[in-house]
Nanobody, 125 residues
């Protein structure tokens, strides 16, 4: 499966963006999916995850209440709606496909076996 993340860009603090992760080559409908981000000089950080059905979601502490993950299995796509953005949200955002149907904030990186190329989100103050 190939994952392509897009939708990043430059936004002012307080603004919103919606990221999309489109999969091709194979269905993602049986897989948990995750969003991660990595800022310069920092480690990759879990942002959000969603179960295969969309019935279970998880969020990192820093985005809880501001970001919403969703998926459309018919379109083989996962979304990340990001609201109330702050400069601290500036990072490259990656989507990832899990070997498992459910992912949690504490799921180790090794459960993800496919990654998108990343999309840059820049939030100006």
């Amino acid at each position: 499966v190939q994952l392509q993340a897009f939708g990043g860009g430059l936004v002012q603090a307080g603004g919103s963006l919606r990221l999309s992760c489109a999969a091709s080559g194979s269905t993602i409908s049986n897989s948990g999916m995750g969003w991660f981000r990595q800022a310069p000089g920092k480690e990759r950080e879990f942002v959000s995850g969603i179960s295969w059905s969309g019935g279970s979601t998880a969020y990192g502490d820093s985005v809880e209440g501001r970001f919403t993950i969703s998926r459309d299995n018919a379109k083989n796509t996962v979304y990340l709606q990001m609201n109330s953005l702050t400069p601290e949200d500036t990072a490259v955002y990656y989507c990832a496909l899990s070997q498992l149907p459910i992912v949690r904030a504490t799921s180790p990186l090794r459960v993800y076996d496919a990654w998108g190329q990343g999309t840059l989100v820049t939030v100006s103050s």
